[in-house]
């Protein structure tokens, strides 16, 4: 019976360690796809049309998880796209709209929890397009530069 125990123990403890893995490589290629430069071709705004202080003209995200803004000057921020279920949970209370949606959390600060950044966007790529939803604003595009 402790065989049994230990056997099924080892396997629940492999099965959490790969679907960990998993998770992780997926948001490592969500991540890939961000690294580059995305330069603004919609603006977003809100209901009156004015646009929205947290969305730069340009994002540079660097591999190193920073991305510089140009509203912001060359700071290098910190940026994720690998937020746990305990944060998702945080941020969908606050936005309800973003449930089920890729998030990316940038810090404007580096020592802010994750989960207090007003820097809270829901993002999409298709193909060269890079499309960021911002609660209260009307969604951002980007196309990705070649430099």
Same mark, same amino acid.
């Given at each position: 019976?402790?065989?049994?125990?230990?056997?099924?123990?080892?396997? %629940?403890?492999?099965?959490?360690?790969?679907?960990?893995?998993?998770?992780?490589?997926?948001?490592?290629?969500?991540?890939?796809?961000?690294?580059?430069?995305?330069?603004?071709?919609?603006?977003?705004?809100?209901? %009156?049309?004015?646009?929205? /202080?947290?969305?730069?003209?340009?994002?540079?995200?660097?591999?190193?998880?920073?991305v510089v803004l140009?509203?912001?000057?060359?700071?290098?921020?910190?940026?994720?796209?690998?937020?746990?279920?305990?944060?998702?949970?945080?941020?969908?209370?606050?936005? /309800?709209?973003?449930?089920?949606?890729?998030?990316?959390?940038?810090?404007?600060?580096?020592?802010?929890?994750?989960?207090?950044? /007003?820097?809270?966007? %829901?993002?999409?790529?298709?193909?060269?397009?890079?499309?960021?939803?911002?609660?209260g604003y009307s969604?951002?595009?980007? %196309?990705?530069?070649?430099?």
């Amino acid at each position: 019976m402790k065989r049994f125990v230990y056997v099924l123990v080892l396997v %629940a403890i492999s099965m959490i360690v790969l679907q960990t893995q998993s998770v992780l490589a997926a948001n490592s290629k969500s991540d890939s796809k961000l690294v580059g430069s995305w330069k603004m071709t919609k603006n977003s705004v809100d209901s %009156a049309g004015a646009p929205c /202080p947290f969305v730069p003209e340009v994002f540079d995200f660097y591999k190193d998880k920073t991305v510089v803004l140009s509203n912001f000057g060359p700071q290098h921020l910190p940026y994720t796209t690998s937020v746990t279920n305990e944060e998702k949970e945080i941020i969908i209370k606050k936005m /309800p709209d973003f449930k089920g949606k890729d998030i990316l959390l940038i810090k404007p600060n580096p020592n802010m929890d994750w989960t207090n950044t /007003p820097m809270v966007y %829901a993002y999409s790529i298709n193909n060269n397009e890079l499309t960021l939803s911002i609660l209260g604003y009307s969604p951002a595009t980007f %196309a990705k530069s070649k430099k």
